[in-house]
């Protein structure tokens, strides 16, 4: 199924939004515990040219995703398999750019987007 959904580009809008990616992949999740966590799983970080947001089934497939995906199946990752309440997190980056950030029960602030690939050479 496939919804489009127009947002301000406000972060406490967007992270509102982001929740729902990471709830969606909780249920995944935990239907789906064969599916490997996000850093074993083989996933790279890649830029978008339109924005699409995927859930973790569909970045498996891809085999990349960009911030809000990869924080998403992390965030729920952490929720489903460690019972850790993370959450993601909006940070604005530039006048018109978001990034998405997952930050961790201990407060710690854990990108998944750096460690899958963001920012490094090609």
Do not use: F
Request: proline share 5%; hydrophobic share 40%; with cysteine.
């Amino acid at each position: 199924m496939r919804v489009l959904l127009e947002l301000p580009n406000v972060p406490a809008v967007i992270a509102a939004a982001v929740e729902g990616l990471c709830a969606a992949n909780a249920v995944i999740l935990s239907v789906r515990p064969d599916m490997p966590d996000l850093y074993e799983s083989g996933v790279r970080y890649r830029a978008e040219d339109r924005e699409r947001w995927t859930h973790c089934l569909d970045v498996l497939r891809r085999g990349y995703g960009d911030c809000e995906d990869l924080a998403a199946w992390r965030c729920a990752e952490l929720r489903v398999r460690e019972a850790e309440p993370a959450r993601c997190v909006v940070k604005r980056t530039g006048r018109r750019t978001l990034h998405v950030l997952v930050r961790r029960a201990d407060g710690r602030i854990e990108d998944p987007s750096r460690l899958l690939g963001m920012g490094a050479t090609q």
